[in-house]
Antibody, heavy 118, light 111 residues
Framework: QVQVVESGGGVVQPGRSLRLSCAAS????????MHWVRQAPGKGLEWVAL????????YHADSVKGRFTVSRDNSKNTVHLQMNSLRGEDTAVYYC???????????WGQGTLVTVSS | QSALTQPASVSGSPGQSITISCTGT?????????VSWYRQHSGKAPKLMIY???NRPSGVSDRFSGSKSGNTASLTIAGLQAEDEADYYC???????????FGGGTKLTVL
C-alpha cells in the first residue's frame, strides 16, 4: 500500500536551518512529481515547492524562494526540503505529497511539525 | 490572503446537497482545467476528492462532483453524511511563478 512519511521537523530558532525528508513507497516514485505543502496552526493549506520526476526542475512559492530548496533521490525514493533562514511565519505542519500528473496531489503524508521560535 | 476565494463555512442537513465555490482568475481557475478539491478531517492529512475539475479518484464516492464555469469552480456533495463534516480546499495550477495555489478552505458542518 502507498506510504508517504515525513520526518525532520522540530523546534528551531529564527535564522537557523532545518532539513525535512520524505520517504515514499507503494508507488513508482520516479513517475511522480513531488510536492511540499504547509499548513500554519489553525490556517489553510499553502503550496511550498514542487520537483519534477527526475529532479531536473524545481519550483518554489514566492514566500520561500531563495530560502528553501527541494531535492529528490530516486534511488532511495526520498524527497527533501532544505529550509534556511527560517522565520516565525514558517511555523507549520509540512506535508509531502506525490502527484501522478497535472498539479494534483494523489498521495499525502501525515505531516511533520516545524516550529520556529527563540 | 489566499489566491482562490472560498466561503469560510457552509452547512447542511443529512441527505441534503451542498455546493462549495472556489473563485479565482483567468490566470488560474479560468485558464486551466487543473482544479482539484481536497477534504481534510480535523488533525488529519488532506485527501484528494476531485481532480481536473470533475474527475473522481478511484474509491471516492460518486456523491462528490465538480464543475467549473469561467473563473469559478464548484464542489457539490450530494446526500450529506456525518462523515462529510470536514474542511474542504480547492487548488489550481496558476500561470504565476507560484505554480499551485490553494483556496482558504471551507468548513462544512453537517447539522
Amino acid at each position: 500500500q502507498v506510504q508517504v512519511v515525513e520526518s525532520g521537523g522540530g523546534v528551531v530558532q529564527p535564522g537557523r536551518s532545518l532539513r525535512l525528508s520524505c520517504a515514499a513507497s507503494g508507488f513508482t516514485f520516479s513517475n511522480y512529481v513531488m510536492h511540499w505543502v504547509r499548513q500554519a496552526p489553525g490556517k489553510g493549506l499553502e503550496w511550498v515547492a514542487l520537483i519534477s520526476y527526475d529532479g531536473s526542475k524545481q519550483y518554489h512559492a514566492d514566500s520561500v524562494k531563495g530560502r528553501f530548496t527541494v531535492s529528490r533521490d530516486n534511488s532511495k525514493n526520498t524527497v527533501h526540503l532544505q529550509m534556511n533562514s527560517l522565520r516565525g511565519e514558517d511555523t507549520a505542519v509540512y506535508y509531502c505529497g506525490g502527484s501522478g500528473s497535472n498539479y494534483r496531489i494523489d498521495y499525502w503524508g501525515q505531516g511533520t511539525l516545524v516550529t520556529v521560535s527563540s | 490572503q489566499s489566491a482562490l476565494t472560498q466561503p469560510a463555512s457552509v452547512s447542511g442537513s443529512p441527505g441534503q446537497s451542498i455546493t462549495i465555490s472556489c473563485t479565482g482568475t483567468s490566470s488560474d481557475v479560468g485558464g486551466y482545467d487543473y482544479v482539484s478539491w481536497y477534504r481534510q478531517h480535523s488533525g488529519k492529512a488532506p485527501k484528494l476528492m476531485i481532480y481536473e475539475v470533475s474527475n473522481r479518484p478511484s474509491g471516492v464516492s460518486d456523491r462528490f462532483s465538480g464543475s467549473k464555469s469561467g473563473n469559478t469552480a464548484s464542489l457539490t456533495i450530494a446526500g450529506l453524511q456525518a462523515e462529510d463534516e470536514a474542511d474542504y480546499y480547492c487548488s489550481s495550477h496558476t500561470s504565476s511563478s507560484t505554480l499551485v495555489v490553494f483556496g482558504g478552505g471551507t468548513k462544512l458542518t453537517v447539522l
